[in-house]
């Protein structure tokens, strides 16, 4: 016997010998799984929730955050001087708004200014109480500076100057200039500008106004969010006016807005638990009501929710936060456990009902748990390679995912079974599913109305034929009607016609997907963050984030070579189609300085000394160069500069991959620059994302794909299970992939996730339709595929229907995270249904002459006498051929002999034995 097949062969005696088990236990397999979970549900008390986006879909090891952590130490932000070119974060408390016009008009016009300097009124007098009303303050006494003033209120001059002068004041784009000289910068404050042919503003579309906060310390942080939350109640109650449109942001709404699209989705665990009972229930009825276990779906259902609940409370109590993404991973559970309940369920039924419960239940978990126990390795070990991205909101999902399968599992084969064992002892005893009221068989019914609503069970004079399992509807359609379709060699043909086009769409597809999640999918569609994210993309991309260039060791500025090294530097970043290459938009203190000292001594050929005085004394404490002492970080005696840094403007990025590939170039011209360079911008640590989606996925699906294998072939019957089970999960990742980018989904974290989980589900369909496609017993290959399809061919649909309905709630969810979820799981259960129902039958079947077959011992002499059971008087337990003794046909009355051949199995001699080629012979009272 192959190694293989030992492995097998001891997995089925040893489940074979669990199920008899629990059988006889079943009281303590019920409860004990229930005090378990009961007890580590308690650790939902400690339910925390992780709100922050930012570090969610952003990997912490980035090298945008180890350069976060060197500006911050370098380049600190000065709230009491405030510049906002010079921000690190694009999260800084405040309040922000974009206001256009309700008409799309023009912003600029008296009346809409007015309305716009009536708001700004009422923020500056709206008061905030903290304490017990006994710290009072207001926006003036919290907000962040700059030159003395606080934000916005060199825009709001400007709008009032404007209102009073508007008929006079021509405005240039994207400086302007107050007739007191003053230079104005708007490129971040009008957004939508038609410009004239002479450079003046003709209209503007939208207009931002930024109530920048003061913030660091924990006094300063606990005022920005009270006032914020202030700020957010009035923008919402504001209708002075109906002319202005107003989309608001505070740094709290990235966590506000998750946290409540995570509890909006909580009611949806409702509608899926009655979706999916009625589908349980459903699929467990049957025309035989003492057959039918309605109950048993339940059961399934309260197992996946046993195993949700002792997740969530395990974790918590271990410190690991929930958030957004792990809301979804409770649908997924649901359908995996109502997968495996009717794994179970249809091995019970493939059973002969005449055998005593504990036999059944043992046979029934040679085949049953064993196929759970590949599917459920496999699933928990696609999720620990998913653990390994860097991206925290995929960990952290795979984490809770993970566990949740694994405890599914293990409620499934102790729980389950011994609900199993309580549904087996009632329809051993003839009892009505509903009532538990002993029923007489159909053929014994007194009334039409009794054997159709109440009537079931094995006769009293069973025959061989009646001792077969009833088949459902669906299982006789697959037996009678799809089995032969689908080996007909016209629909074979055309199957092998689908699957290349198939292959050629999910190609394309491949070649063709965006990468990266957007901040505005973070929130839901009718969100107020979101709307403040769509009018930023449609009015304000010409001026995009300030990047800082910083020239992070010692140099001498003072010395030719390097001032045209860094001037050489600066041009080949202002050459970057990213960047506004025009001079008056790079803030670089060089180039300024040196234009200074040429005007003042007509020259810049001067040593450290008169460089270093100069600078410091002179050129930066003008008003029009105060801006550069941020920029400069002087040594400790100020006699040298240790850093300093020139800022540039980048222009409209937008798409992901432009945001990508503009950062990608940022720091390739840092890294091949001369002079030792740290580049940085504040959405870095966002676009960071784009950089790992790609390598990060391909490397979980190469490294998952071959765990899988080495799983395989470990645990399924023959290797050549284990090359086809690899080759579904290329082809399902292939289509998952490919079509998802026709259905606007992104490959992001989000998808990630799902690609991952394609993985498990992959091994799920493909290995119980190979693994009964190796044991079937018939000759040709269309016997064996047709053999496959009606064993497990209701099961295998019935678990993707499951999962299906079971996220089908999320399809009309308002956030893309969970539509995204949606979309991409239902492309996983569809495909996967179609290389088990479709693919997989057809293509085994033309492998058919060099694929092995899993050969089913008999005995040699002597039968195998089945006898009366002291459970009911209709069920049977099999006595061992060497127990048998040698026996004449019995010729009392009410005894009678008979030969049958029956398809099912029983363990003989440590072996399973078909009952297809066995003499039984039976003895009924």
């Known amino acids: 016997m192959a190694w293989y097949e030992i492995i097998n062969h001891n997995l089925s005696s040893i489940f074979y010998s669990y199920g008899k088990l629990i059988s006889r236990h079943k009281r303590k397999f019920l409860l004990c799984p229930l005090l378990l979970a009961s007890l580590l549900s308690l650790g939902v008390i400690c339910l925390t929730f992780e709100n922050d986006a930012i570090y969610l879909f952003t990997p912490p090891t980035s090298r945008a955050r180890a350069d976060l952590i060197y500006m911050e130490k370098h380049f600190p932000v000065d709230y009491d001087d405030f510049i906002p070119s010079r921000a690190l974060t694009t999260q800084e408390k405040a309040g922000n708004l974009y206001i256009t016009s309700a008409d799309g008009g023009n912003v600029l016009r008296g009346e809409i200014?007015?309305?716009?300097?009536?708001?700004?009124?009422?923020?500056?007098?709206m008061e905030v109480t903290i304490d017990n009303n006994i710290d009072r303050f207001n926006f003036s006494s919290i907000c962040a500076r700059f030159n003395g003033q606080c934000l916005p209120e060199f825009i709001i001059s400007f709008l009032s100057y404007l209102n009073e002068n508007g008929d006079n004041f021509l405005i240039s784009y994207p400086f302007t200039v107050f007739p007191n000289g003053e230079p104005i910068f708007l490129g971040y404050s009008l957004g939508g500008v038609t410009v004239a042919d002479d450079g003046s503003v003709v209209s503007a579309q939208a207009i931002a106004l930024n109530y920048i906060l003061q913030s660091g310390t924990p006094e300063q942080d606990t005022k920005a969010l009270q006032w914020e939350e202030a700020f957010t109640r009035l923008v919402e109650s504001w209708?002075?006016?109906?002319?202005?449109?107003?989309?608001?942001?505070?740094?709290?709404?990235?966590?506000?807005?998750?946290?409540?699209?995570?509890?909006?989705?909580?009611?949806?665990?409702?509608?899926?638990?009655?979706?999916?009972t009625s589908f349980a229930v459903t699929s467990c009825i049957m025309t035989d009501w003492v057959q039918a276990k309605p109950w048993l779906g339940v059961c399934g259902l309260i197992s996946a929710f046993l195993a949700i609940s002792s997740t969530v409370g395990l974790l918590s109590a271990?410190?690991?936060?929930?958030?957004?993404?792990?809301?979804?991973?409770?649908?997924?559970?649901?359908?995996?456990?109502?997968?495996?309940?009717?794994?179970?369920?249809?091995?019970?039924?493939?059973?002969?009902?005449?055998?005593?419960?504990?036999?059944?239940?043992?046979?029934?978990?040679?085949?049953?748990?064993?196929?759970?126990?590949?599917?459920?390795?496999?699933?928990?070990?696609?999720?620990?390679?998913?653990?390994?991205?860097?991206?925290?909101?995929?960990?952290?999902?795979?984490?809770?995912?993970?566990?949740?399968?694994?405890?599914?599992?293990?409620?499934?084969?102790?729980?389950?079974?011994?609900?199993?064992?309580?549904?087996?002892?009632?329809?051993?005893?003839?009892k009505h599913y509903l009532t538990c009221k002993k029923v007489l068989p159909?053929?014994?019914?007194?009334?039409?109305?009794?054997?159709?609503?109440?009537?079931?069970?094995?006769?009293?004079?069973?025959?061989?034929?009646?001792?077969?399992?009833?088949?459902?509807?669906?299982?006789?359609?697959?037996?009678?009607?799809?089995?032969?379709?689908?080996?007909?060699?016209?629909?074979?043909?055309?199957?092998?016609?689908?699957?290349?086009?198939?292959?050629?769409?999910?190609?394309?597809?491949?070649?063709?997907?965006?990468?990266?999640?957007?901040?505005?999918?973070?929130?839901?569609?009718?969100?107020?963050?979101?709307?403040y994210y769509q009018d930023q993309g449609e009015y304000f991309t010409e001026f995009g984030a300030a990047v800082s260039v910083v020239l992070d060791t010692n140099q001498n500025y003072w010395e030719k070579?390097?001032?045209?090294?860094?001037?050489?530097?600066?041009?080949?970043?202002?050459s970057s189609r990213f960047i506004h290459g025009e001079k008056q938009h790079t803030e670089s203190w060089v180039r300024d300085y040196l234009t200074f000292l040429?005007?003042?001594?007509?020259?810049?050929?001067?040593?450290?000394?008169?460089?270093?005085?100069?600078?410091?004394?002179?050129?930066?404490?003008?008003p029009e160069f105060q801006n550069y002492n941020k920029d400069i970080n002087f040594n400790c005696e100020r006699t040298g500069i240790e850093s300093s840094r020139f800022v540039i403007k980048s222009t409209e990025v937008v798409q992901s991959t432009d945001e990508m590939e503009f950062m990608s170039e940022m720091r390739h011209k840092a890294d091949s620059a001369s002079l030792s360079l740290t580049i940085f911008s504040p959405t870095f640590i966002f676009i960071e994302q784009y950089v790992i989606i790609v390598p990060n996925t391909i490397q979980a699906l190469l490294i998952a794909t071959g765990c899988m294998f080495i799983v395989a072939l470990f645990l399924m019957p023959h290797p050549v299970c284990a090359v086809m089970v690899t080759v579904c999960i290329v082809t399902i990742e292939t289509g998952v992939i490919g079509v998802m980018s026709l259905w606007n989904v992104k490959l992001d974290g989000i998808s990630m996730i799902n690609i991952i989980l394609c993985i498990g589900f992959s091994v799920d369909f493909s290995s119980h339709m190979t693994y009964a496609f190796i044991t079937s017993p018939g000759k040709t290959g269309n016997e064996r595929a047709m053999d496959a399809l009606h064993t497990l061919g209701t099961p295998i649909l019935q678990g993707g229907l499951s999962t299906i309905l079971g996220i089908s709630v999320l399809s009309s969810s308002p956030a893309y995270v969970f539509r995204a979820f949606f979309r991409t799981m239902f492309l996983v259960m569809l495909f996967g249904l179609f290389h088990s129902l479709v693919f997989l039958p057809v293509f085994l079947s033309f492998l058919n002459t060099i694929l092995p077959r899993k050969t089913r011992p008999t005995p040699e002499v002597g039968e195998i006498q089945i006898e009366p059971s002291r459970q009911a008087n209709n069920a049977y337990s099999p006595i061992p051929k060497d127990n048998v003794e040698d026996t004449q046909p019995l010729k009392n009355k009410?005894?009678?002999?008979?030969?049958?051949?029956?398809?099912?199995?029983?363990?003989?001699?440590?072996?399973?034995?078909?009952?297809?080629?066995?003499?039984?012979?039976?003895?009924?009272?």
């Open 113 to 125: 200014i007015s309305d716009i300097l009536q708001l700004n009124a009422a923020f500056q007098a």
């Open 239 to 276: 209708n002075s006016s109906s002319r202005m449109a107003i989309s608001h942001l505070t740094s709290q709404s990235l966590s506000n807005e998750l946290l409540a699209m995570t509890e909006s989705v909580m009611p949806l665990m409702i509608v899926t638990f009655c979706i999916l």
């Open 318 to 430: 271990c410190g690991v936060a929930f958030n957004q993404v792990v809301a979804s991973m409770p649908f997924l559970v649901i359908g995996v456990g109502i997968d495996d309940m009717f794994i179970m369920v249809a091995s019970w039924r493939h059973t002969d009902r005449r055998l005593a419960v504990e036999e059944r239940m043992g046979l029934a978990y040679s085949d049953a748990a064993v196929s759970i126990t590949i599917t459920s390795v496999t699933d928990a070990l696609a999720f620990c390679i998913g653990a390994i991205t860097p991206l925290p909101a995929v960990r952290i999902f795979c984490l809770y995912a993970g566990v949740a399968i694994i405890f599914d599992y293990l409620f499934q084969i102790t729980f389950f079974g011994a609900c199993m064992v309580y549904t087996g002892q009632r329809e051993a005893d003839g």
């Open 442 to 531: 159909k053929d014994e019914a007194p009334s039409t109305s009794y054997r159709i609503w109440c009537a079931g069970g094995v006769s009293t004079t069973v025959t061989a034929e009646e001792g077969k399992q009833s088949e459902q509807i669906i299982t006789q359609f697959f037996r009678k009607f799809y089995g032969p379709f689908i080996v007909n060699p016209v629909v074979k043909m055309l199957v092998v016609v689908l699957f290349t086009g198939y292959l050629c769409v999910a190609v394309w597809g491949c070649l063709h997907i965006q990468e990266g999640l957007q901040l505005k999918d973070i929130f839901a569609d009718d969100s107020f963050a979101r709307k």
């Open 561 to 574: 070579g390097i001032q045209n090294e860094i001037e050489h530097i600066t041009m080949d970043f202002e």
């Open 598 to 622: 040429s005007e003042t001594l007509n020259t810049t050929n001067v040593d450290q000394e008169l460089f270093v005085q100069l600078l410091r004394d002179e050129f930066l404490t003008r």
């Open 894 to 925: 009410g005894e009678q002999s008979s030969v049958c051949k029956e398809h099912v199995y029983i363990l003989y001699n440590d072996k399973r034995i078909s009952l297809d080629s066995v003499a039984i012979k039976e003895t009924v009272l």
